[in-house]
């Protein structure tokens, strides 16, 4: 009989090489935060352990411990607490990775394996995705086999293992860590839930969003990002309603647009209405995205300015979720709006006029002096490049660069219009977005941010998108469903709890109350009656158990210390006997040589069971 | 155990032998697993029950040559093993080979030798070879010692050490026939003499090949963890002295293998090392105290060992 075994010398390899993936693992997860640095160090150090190892050579461990103290001291060594914790994980990279350069017994891969867990804990304070997931996995049924491993070793002190053992372990450990996860799923409930840094250390760039003041050139900055603003659930809708409200400006002053602190308005809308759900990620500014037109926000803290802007009294500071109701297609009738929606910068450049009279000429209605505007801003390009700048950017715009972004375009109809008397305002938020079939959510990002105008005509506030800007690439489908899915279970579960969180800072304050030992306590009784009831759904199917169970109803009761053979000799009648020896000998055919019980094995065991069944209701 | 014996061959050799040695078909089975499993055997009886009859039916069966050596006190190692004589003609000095140059070697009374003796005699069984005047000798293959002793009469003898009746795979008794069995002796009277024309019905080489096919049959570590549940056992129980060795594990993997070979199986169950307990672990345990019988003590042990399944 030929068996294949792995030789002690392999399973050392093995070791290392599983060692070392389990070291890598947290490694992928820091190394974009970590200097290079240090991690072109952890890197090479690595290389150079393969290298040792594979010459049999290892530095000693009292060196090794000498410099683990020294990079223990290395963070101490940065004065700004700030600064504290980034230097920590570095030193706790550098001391696992010069782990693996010595000689390794069972101690030290634990030491390895617990340092490698540490480092994947930790770098959840600079980041947390639904990766970190999947890394926990991997590292799980690593660890767990490697441990498994050398416990096994230990036990039998045998000095190989054959493959078929070693697969059983992987199975194991796979087994454990998959059961474990259900357990490990309750820290989700337990911990406060961070898809932003536990601490913001200042390596996640915040994302900057629309202020109440927006300088001329200054949405650019966000629309050459690409980070995620925002996930928004709902039907699909036609791409021309597909504008996002966050912030309206009424006021010019040559280079900046702003938003009048309390400008109140009460316009009578109406239109199609529509729900949705959005899970907004962290931003810098408190103004809330809503689909243009919105009606309401539901979340609490919320505080609605004018009719059409909404503005959370917290900081965001992690993601949040809110529902909100808006109008697509609206009317939004409107007495007469206030008299700065005319209002021109003072210093206004005659130029500009000038240029909206020639264009305006022959307009004899307002849709026609629309129309004109429009269609001179058509012959402009749309660049996010080399921007319009000088005292006044609008006229450089115009005359000079005849180039520019959204921006330029919209304030250049605001202020043709308002010259042409009729009443105009820049909206700013989000165009467009990508729709994802598998989640039913729009994903929109800061680079999908526009300006775009609104203009008072016929009594009724009208949209109009001078730029007319439609550029969407396309997006990574399944791993943003993945992403989302994450968001929107783990953040899901408490919207309250976590703003609780976002507005006191002390997190003692959130109660580790009884609903959560409760919770814990059921978790762990189910997961122990599912345990129970996998091992008796096990045991009813196992036919030798079945087999005794037959057998015990004709009064046979085998006992612990007899064989299955022994077993027989005391069965009677003979026709009994012969029956039940036919099954005995199929079983142990299969179980004392060792061989997997196959399903037509198993379906043959069955179909003796039930002759012997037969019998006994002849 | 005989009734389970399946194999055509096996089955052909007892019920040959059963015809000349009336109600000793067990000790016949014991004898067969005894050299199928490459062990030697020792007989704990009384004289006069058909011991040799036993050695020299099976020499013939298996067309193996016999020797017997007679135990006393002052048997040499040089009456056992031979001895190199001077030949006047040659002038050289010749080999004469002892009776244990042979494939079947009945030891009588083993316990009458003296130590010196007996010590030579079992390390030829374990080294299978003497070796003489510098000269070392291999013994024929197979090679089987079959040894008795008698446990009444212990004047004058020297009792094997517990070490060394661990060489032997099995210890067995052939105790006295049964009354039919024995009457059928005393009518048709001794049948040494046609025990002597028997025809054989096996040569050297089929043994050997069966040996090997035996040593062949799969032992699963389900087996293997229950022999070592109970060789700890018997190591860890307070009543017992001296427990089983690890030769003595072998000897039950062994011969247990051969007796799933006898049943036509290719593989060993728990039973068929529980069957062969009995011989194979008396002679190698010692009590601590006369408590009981060391069967009770093996048994009890066993009733708390579970078996697999």
């Given at each position: ?50 290298l ?15 410099a ?34 010595g000689?390794k ?39 767990i ?124 809308i ?26 309401n ?13 909404f503005?959370a ?27 700065h ?6 210093n ?15 307009s ?25 700048s000088?005292?006044?950017p ?16 919209a ?5 043709m ?26 994903l ?26 439609i ?10 469903f ?17 703003l ?16 959560v ?14 345990f129970?009831?996998i ?12 087999f ?36 005995i000998?199929?079983y ?24 012997i ?6 | ?16 032998l ?60 040089t ?23 042979n ?11 003296t ?20 000269r ?25 050490p ?100 006898f ?5 060993v ?30 048994l ?10």
């Amino acid at each position: 009989m030929h068996l294949a075994y792995i030789t002690q010398n392999k399973i050392e390899n093995f070791l290392f090489f599983i060692s070392i993936l389990i070291a890598i693992i947290p490694f992928s997860a820091i190394y974009s935060s970590i200097s290079t640095l240090i991690s072109l160090l952890f890197i090479t150090i690595n290389l150079i352990a393969v290298l040792l190892h594979l010459k049999k050579f290892y530095v000693p461990n009292s060196f090794l411990n000498v410099a683990s103290i020294l990079f223990i001291i290395y963070p101490f060594l940065n004065f700004s607490p700030e600064d504290f914790l980034l230097p920590s994980i570095e030193a706790l990279t550098l001391i696992l990775s010069i782990r693996l350069l010595g000689k390794k017994t069972q101690r030290e891969y634990l030491q390895i394996y617990l340092l490698s867990l540490l480092l994947l804990g930790s770098s959840t304070l600079l980041n947390m995705s639904w990766i970190f997931l999947l890394r926990l996995i991997f590292m799980l049924v690593f660890t767990i086999l490697s441990i498994l491993l050398i416990t096994y070793l230990r036990e039998t002190k045998s000095e190989f293992i054959s493959i078929k053992k070693l697969l059983n372990l992987l199975k194991v450990a796979f087994f454990i860590s998959v059961v474990s996860l259900p357990l490990s799923a309750l820290f989700f409930f337990i911990l406060p839930r961070t898809p932003k840094p536990l601490i913001d250390i200042g390596i996640n760039k915040g994302k900057s969003g629309f202020t109440s003041v927006v300088n001329l050139g200054g949405i650019v900055s966000i629309e050459e990002d690409s980070s995620i603003v925002m996930r928004v659930k709902m039907k699909k809708i036609d791409e021309n309603h597909l504008y996002w409200r966050v912030i309206t400006f009424d006021r010019f002053d040559g280079r900046k647009w702003e938003k009048s602190p309390n400008e109140d308005y009460k316009p009578d809308i109406s239109g199609e209405r529509i729900n949705y759900t959005v899970y907004l990620e962290p931003s810098t500014e408190n103004y809330l995205p809503t689909l243009d037109f919105p009606i309401n926000i539901y979340l609490k803290g919320v505080s609605q300015e004018g009719t059409d802007n909404f503005k959370a009294d917290f900081p965001i500071e992690k993601t949040i979720k809110y529902m909100a109701t808006s109008f697509i297609n609206p009317v939004i009738k409107q007495s007469k709006p206030s008299s700065h929606y005319l209002n021109l910068p003072t210093n206004f450049s005659n130029k500009i006029k000038e240029l909206t009279d020639k264009i305006t000429e022959n307009s004899s209605s307002k849709e026609q002096i629309v129309k004109n505007i429009l269609s001179h801003l058509s012959n402009y390009q749309y660049s996010l490049k080399n921007l319009p700048s000088g005292i006044n950017p609008v006229e450089d715009f115009l005359f000079n660069k005849k180039s520019g972004n959204c921006e330029y375009f919209a304030t250049s109809m605001a202020l043709m219009l308002r010259i042409k008397g009729i009443p105009s305002r820049v909206v700013g938020g989000f165009k467009g977005g990508s729709y994802n079939d598998y989640g039913g959510y729009y994903l929109i990002r800061a680079s999908d941010a526009h300006l775009w105008v609104e203009a008072w005509i016929d009594g009724k506030w009208q949209r109009f998108d001078p730029s007319g800007r439609i550029g969407r690439y396309s997006e990574s489908v399944v791993f943003n469903f993945i992403d989302y899915i994450w968001n929107s279970i783990v953040l899901d579960y408490d919207v309250m709890a976590q703003l609780r969180l976002a507005k006191s800072i002390s997190p003692t304050k959130i109660k580790f109350n009884k609903n959560v030992t409760w919770i814990i306590l059921v978790a762990i009784l189910i997961v122990f009656l599912i345990f129970k009831v996998i091992r008796y759904l096990r045991k009813i199917k196992n036919p030798l158990i079945q087999f005794f169970a037959i057998m015990k109803k004709y009064g046979f009761e085998r006992k612990k210390s007899e064989g299955l053979r022994e077993f027989l000799n005391k069965v009677e009648p003979l026709e009994l006997k012969v029956k039940a020896e036919k099954f005995i000998q199929a079983y142990e055919k299969t179980y004392f040589k060792d061989k997997e019980f196959t399903r037509e094995k198993i379906k043959e065991l069955r179909n003796l069971l039930r002759e012997i069944n037969e019998n006994n209701k002849s | 155990m005989i009734e389970e014996i399946k194999n055509a061959k096996i089955l052909d050799i007892i019920s040959y032998l059963k015809n000349y040695l009336q109600g000793k078909e067990n000790a016949i089975v014991l004898s067969l697993i005894a050299i199928f499993s490459k062990g030697h055997l020792l007989i704990e009886d009384f004289p006069g029950l058909g011991k040799t009859s036993l050695v020299i039916a099976l020499s013939k069966i298996l067309n193996l040559s016999f020797g017997r050596i007679q135990c006393t006190s002052d048997l040499l190692p040089t009456d056992i093993t031979g001895l190199s004589i001077y030949n006047k003609n040659t002038g050289e000095f010749e080999f004469k080979p002892g009776p244990i140059i042979n494939n079947i070697v009945l030891v009588d009374e083993i316990n009458r030798a003296t130590p010196k003796t007996q010590s030579a005699l079992l390390e030829a069984m374990a080294e299978e070879q003497v070796t003489i005047d510098g000269r070392t000798y291999k013994l024929p293959q197979p090679f089987f010692v079959i040894a008795t002793q008698n446990p009444i009469e212990t004047f004058g003898t020297f009792p094997l050490p517990e070490s060394q009746l661990d060489r032997f795979i099995m210890k067995i008794s052939i105790g006295y026939p049964q009354r039919e069995a024995e009457a059928d002796i005393l009518k048709k009277g001794s049948s040494r003499e046609k025990i002597h024309q028997l025809t054989p019905l096996m040569d050297k080489d089929e043994i050997i090949k069966i040996q090997n096919e035996i040593r062949e049959i799969y032992l699963s570590d389900k087996v293997i963890n229950w022999i070592i549940d109970f060789l700890n056992a018997t190591r860890s129980d307070n009543r017992i002295l001296l427990g089983l060795s690890t030769r003595a594990g072998l000897a039950l993997t062994y011969t247990a293998k051969a007796l799933a070979y006898f049943k036509n199986r290719d593989y060993v169950t728990p039973e068929d090392v529980k069957e062969l307990i009995p011989f194979i672990v008396t002679h190698r345990i010692i009590l601590r105290e006369d408590f009981s019988s060391k069967e009770e003590v093996i048994l009890s042990i066993l009733e708390n060992i579970s078996v697999p399944p």
